[in-house]
């Protein structure tokens, strides 16, 4: 897809649902990093998923990334070395470019309630942005292993918690009642402990956001779910193995 926001062609790979089942809703998912797609064994575990009758049918559209340290990361502000410089266009490009295309392309409007938005790493942290600054598109993220550090003070200059971008932003956001989040973070993600108090950063992070998003949430215990994965890495292995979970979560029949 040729972008005027990002002044570049995009590479996107679509996995058509099944719609063979009536006028059951239909979900649409869209993916950050879409070139790991095959390695995160995309496609089958969303068939695997649907034949069983586990999940509604869903539309997977995996965005290519481009310049992933400019185009990822929080809109509107910029990281301490000046990384995410871009992400408002990114931002415009899925909301004003991608998904009216799609629409126009599928003859198909699916309403934000089975709409979510779901990446890895620093992808993690730009669909998390995303999802929670367009409610009237998205209500569901999902978040692997994500660049949630992502901040505007280094270390030497006296970085705090509360200089982390995403947190600073959510904290001035009201969800709406329908938000849904699935976070995950392995336990061998890193071996960064900023407070030196023997949990690994990604896992800090991830459980601070989760207390965050707790506070936030009109229903929590159901529309959220944290899963800290023992032994997991920062790689594509252990995020095919956490997709399943989130699918559930964020497409259940139920």
Not at 46 to 63: C, F, M, N, T
Not at 76 to 96: C, H, M, P, S, V
Not at 128 to 156: C, H, M, Q
Not at 157 to 165: A, C, P, S, V
Request: glycine content about 8%; aromatic content about 10%.
């Amino acid at each position: 897809i040729s972008s005027t926001f990002l002044k570049r062609k995009v590479k996107i790979e679509i996995t058509e649902p099944n719609n063979s089942r009536g006028q059951e809703p239909t979900g649409l998912l869209l993916l950050n990093d879409g070139q790991l797609t095959e390695a995160l064994a995309v496609k089958t575990t969303i068939q695997k998923l649907d034949r069983e009758g586990s999940i509604i049918p869903v539309q997977v559209v995996a965005i290519h990334a481009g310049e992933r340290h400019a185009e990822y990361g929080v809109s509107g502000t910029k990281d301490y070395l000046g990384r995410g410089a871009r992400a408002g266009l990114y931002e415009n490009f899925i909301i004003r470019e991608l998904l009216p295309w799609l629409q126009e392309r599928t003859d198909r409007v699916v309403p934000s309630e089975f709409t979510a938005f779901a990446g890895y790493s620093l992808g993690g942290l730009s669909a998390l942005d995303i999802v929670t600054s367009n409610p009237s598109w998205f209500s569901s993220a999902g978040v692997f292993s994500g660049s949630l550090w992502w901040r505007s003070k280094s270390y030497e200059n006296g970085y705090t918690e509360k200089d982390r971008l995403l947190f600073n932003k959510i904290i001035n956001t009201s969800l709406t009642a329908n938000f849904m989040c699935y976070l995950m973070a392995g336990t061998n993600d890193e071996r960064n402990d900023r407070n030196g108090n023997g949990v690994i950063d990604a896992v800090d992070d991830t459980l601070d956001l989760y207390d965050l998003l707790y506070s936030k949430v009109k229903y929590p215990d159901k529309h959220l779910l944290l899963s800290i994965v023992n032994g997991g890495r920062h790689d594509a292995a252990t995020w095919s193995k956490q997709f399943p979970e989130f699918l559930l979560h964020t497409f259940a029949k139920s």
